[in-house]
């Protein structure tokens, strides 16, 4: 809200926090608060601005690395008790994976899907339209 305030695009996600928290084993609230205010508030310094302009790529990259690593794992976490054994389980998770992993986007005249959309809306559809077998059996 403030980068948007100031005329910026914020656009730090969900999963970029999950990451930080994963990486950190820090999930305090008031931590999390606390840091963001800072953050904002040295971002108006140029010295500190310079320096972390400072930080080579390489290392940027090693971060970024373990970042989205760590923002990946925590997906896969998240399916971990699912029945991987049942096919239409095996087919939604793939059809998800796929698509997001690959890189398939849509674009529809001036709209573009981007891949974690895409995975996401193939994922709910497949997930609707395929037959669930154990659901049945409870009946």
Do not use: H, W
């Not at 925590?74 to 793939?94: C, T, Y």
């Amino acid at each position: 809200m403030a980068g948007a305030f100031f005329g910026g695009c914020p656009n730090t996600t969900y999963g970029e926090s999950v990451g930080c928290v994963a990486i950190t084993g820090n999930a305090s609230v008031l931590t999390i608060l606390v840091t963001a205010c800072m953050a904002i508030l040295i971002s108006f310094f140029g010295p500190f601005v310079t320096f972390l302009s400072s930080i080579p790529n390489c290392v940027m990259g090693g971060v970024c690395i373990t970042l989205y690593g760590f923002i990946a794992v925590s997906g896969l976490k998240m399916i971990q008790k699912v029945d991987l054994n049942e096919n239409r389980n095996l087919f939604v998770v793939a059809v998800i994976l796929i698509c997001g992993i690959g890189g398939l986007v849509l674009k529809f005249g001036n709209i573009e899907l981007t891949e974690v959309a895409v995975a996401l809306i193939l994922g709910i559809i497949v997930n609707l339209i395929t037959p669930n077998k154990s659901a049945k059996k409870a009946k």
